[in-house]
């Protein structure tokens, strides 16, 4: 019979066993992207720009968690998908493949509890666009539960640093479920939802009125709790809106806007968002520019590059790549080259 330091024994080096991020090549970031021959793929890469490993995706691939501590990501397929990809990085294998219930869609964006023993997933009710978080165990990949998100079209979720508070953003947006077609343009509402791990509202931050077809969509966060926002514009294109915004539990919500010169340079569409030092940067591939912030909003500068978006923090600056496969660092001064892969890199450049 097994005694309780048996016990012990096997769980320490069962623990110990599990590859590290080191054994999977020590990657700094995980990316999706098109490959020449029109295939997908996840890929690792370090803080040069070098490729580590490239694992095949099934379909276009969005965002992907890191788990903490083992070398294992979720590659998320892009909304609305029907995957989510559980990869072994240092072996390039496939753990398991998670499948939303029935009538559910993954919306391209997951995160894990501080000890990784849950993922939790960003997904959508098809026909309504009702947000879920779905909770998945990751010892054996089943699914514990699910509550609301706190809204409708939910898109990122973060676990506030040093808390298990999940903050989600809520696009607002009601699509339909096959063609990914706008269907509640003239009600829409999106919103900040703080929920706890067992999916109480916490507390929630809307838009002014006005300002309620900004679509909130991706989170950067700050280790006192603040939450930078990058949002989409889905009202009169000719009305400069801003783009950014910025909040913290307990205080009114902040908008940002650009130098008067940049007011149109996004086009209205912020596609990423990442926080480094004292800067907050803000990409759109749409409007082929990324544009820095101080950590209180303030805008510092804005640098052209075509299609940027993926965009990651590094020591100084940023890293950020595009769709002509270029990998390049941000600073204030602007972009300097770094690697360029035969890859067109999508959306979300994720810091492991």
Do not use: K
Not at 37 to 65: D, K, M, N, Q, Y
Not at 127 to 141: M, N, R
Not at 208 to 215: A, Y
Not at 251 to 279: K, N, V
Request: with cysteine; aromatic share 6%.
């Amino acid at each position: 019979m097994a005694t309780r330091r048996h016990v012990l024994a096997g769980l320490i080096a069962s623990a110990m066993s599990r590859p590290s991020w080191a054994d999977a090549g020590s990657p700094a970031f995980l990316s999706a992207a098109r490959l020449p021959s029109g295939a997908f793929a996840l890929f690792g890469l370090t803080e040069a720009g070098a490729t580590v490993f490239t694992i095949p995706l099934p379909a276009r691939g969005h965002a992907a968690a890191a788990h903490p501590t083992r070398a294992e990501a979720v590659a998320f397929a892009r909304r609305p998908g029907t995957y989510a990809l559980v990869i072994a990085c240092a072996s390039g294998t496939l753990r398991a493949r998670l499948t939303p219930p029935e009538g559910r869609q993954f919306n391209g964006h997951g995160a894990y509890s501080a000890d990784g023993a849950v993922l939790y997933t960003s997904e959508v009710v098809a026909e309504s666009s009702a947000g879920i978080v779905g909770l998945w165990d990751t010892a054996g990949w089943h699914r514990l539960g699910e509550f609301s998100s706190g809204g409708v079209g939910p898109h990122e979720l973060r676990r506030l640093p040093g808390s298990e508070v999940l903050v989600v953003a809520n696009g607002g947006i009601q699509t339909d479920p096959q063609d990914r077609s706008q269907l509640n343009l003239e009600t829409m509402r999106s919103n900040l939802s703080y929920l706890s791990p067992d999916g109480a509202l916490l507390e929630q931050a809307e838009l002014p009125e006005e300002l309620r077809q900004n679509s909130i969509r991706h989170l950067a966060l700050a280790g006192d709790g603040t939450v930078a926002f990058a949002m989409q514009w889905e009202g009169d294109p000719a009305e400069p809106v801003p783009l950014l915004g910025l909040h913290r539990r307990g205080e009114a919500l902040r908008l940002c806007p650009p130098r008067e010169e940049d007011l149109f340079a996004m086009r209205g569409y912020a596609g990423s968002i990442a926080r480094s030092g004292g800067l907050i940067a803000l990409t759109s591939p749409r409007g082929g520019v990324v544009q820095l912030f101080t950590a209180e909003g303030a805008p510092v500068a804005g640098h052209a590059r075509p299609d940027a978006c993926g965009v990651a923090p590094v020591a100084g600056g940023f890293v950020v790549t595009d769709g002509g496969g270029a990998v390049t660092r941000l600073t204030r001064e602007g972009f300097a080259p770094l690697a360029r892969a035969a890859a067109a890199w999508d959306n979300h450049l994720v810091r492991i």
